[in-house]
C-alpha cells in the first residue's frame, strides 16, 4: 500500500547530541511537510518542500533543519535538542503545491534526556 | 499573522449530532481542511472548503462563510470511534498551513 512511513516511531536523545528524523514516501507527492505537535496542542509547521524548493517557517528556530535528498526520502535533522524540542514529530505530504489534502506518517515521538 | 479558535471541549452522545466550530483571521487563505486524530495517532484528512457553503462526505460535512470568517464541522449519527479530536486549518496565500487548536470531542454511550 502506498503510504508516509516515519522511523524509528520513537527516538530517545541525550540534551545537545543531534538527532535526525527520517520520512519516506510511496505516493510520489511532490510536496511535504514537516511538523512539530507537542501534547495537547495543534501541529505546527517547521518546514515544507515543493519538490526540491525549500520553505522554512519564519519561526522555526535554526536548530532545526531539513534535507530532502530525493522524492521519495526527507529528513530532519536537530542539531543541539533541548528539552523543549522533546514532541511528536510528523511528516506529511501532499500531491502538488495546489493540494489540500495532506498525508500523515504515523510520527515519530521525541524525548530528550 | 493568521490565527484560529475552536473550542477546546465538545461531548455528546452515541448517534447524536455535533457541530464543531472554527472562526479564523487571516489576510488570504485558499480553503479550509478539517482533520481528525485519535490519541498517539496521525491527524487524517476529513473534508475541505475552498467556496462558501456546505461540503457533504458521508456522516461528516463542513461549512465555510468567508464574509463570517467562520467555518464548522457537522458530524451525524455519532459513534463511539468518532472520539478524537478535530482540527480547522486553512493554507494562507503564502502557502503555509496553520492549524487551530483542536477541539477534543468525546462520544458518551
Known amino acids: 500500500d502506498a503510504m508516509v512511513i516515519q522511523n524509528p516511531r520513537y527516538q530517545v536523545t541525550q540534551f545537545g547530541k543531534p538527532v535526525t528524523l527520517s520520512c519516506s514516501q510511496t505516493l510520489n507527492h511532490n510536496v511535504m511537510y514537516w511538523y512539530q505537535q507537542k501534547s495537547s496542542q495543534a501541529p505546527k509547521l517547521l518546514f515544507h518542500y515543493y519538490d526540491k524548493d525549500f520553505n522554512n517557517e519564519a519561526d522555526t528556530p535554526d536548530n532545526f533543519q531539513s534535507r530532502r535528498p530525493n522524492t521519495s526520502f526527507c529528513f530532519l535533522d536537530i542539531r543541539s535538542p533541548g528539552l523543549g524540542d522533546a514532541a511528536m514529530y510528523l511528516c506529511?505530504?501532499?500531491?502538488?503545491?495546489?493540494?489540500?489534502?495532506?498525508?500523515f506518517g504515523p510520527g515519530t515521538r521525541l524525548l530528550v534526556l | 499573522g493568521q490565527s484560529l479558535e475552536q473550542p477546546s471541549e465538545v461531548t455528546a452522545v452515541e448517534g447524536a449530532i455535533v457541530q464543531i466550530n472554527c472562526t479564523y483571521q487571516?489576510?488570504?487563505?485558499?480553503?479550509l481542511s478539517w482533520y481528525q486524530q485519535h490519541d498517539g495517532g496521525a491527524p487524517t484528512f476529513l473534508s475541505y472548503?475552498?467556496?462558501?457553503g456546505l461540503e457533504e462526505t458521508g456522516r461528516f460535512s463542513s461549512f465555510l462563510s468567508r464574509s463570517d470568517s467562520y467555518g464548522y464541522l457537522l458530524l451525524q449519527e455519532l459513534q463511539m470511534k468518532d472520539s478524537a479530536s478535530y482540527f480547522c486549518a486553512l493554507r494562507n496565500y503564502g502557502q503555509n498551513f496553520v492549524f487551530g487548536p483542536g477541539t477534543r470531542l468525546s462520544v458518551l454511550p
Open positions: 487571516t489576510s488570504g487563505f485558499y480553503g
Open positions: 472548503n475552498a467556496l462558501d
Open positions: 506529511a505530504t501532499s500531491p502538488s503545491a495546489g493540494q489540500e489534502t495532506q498525508y
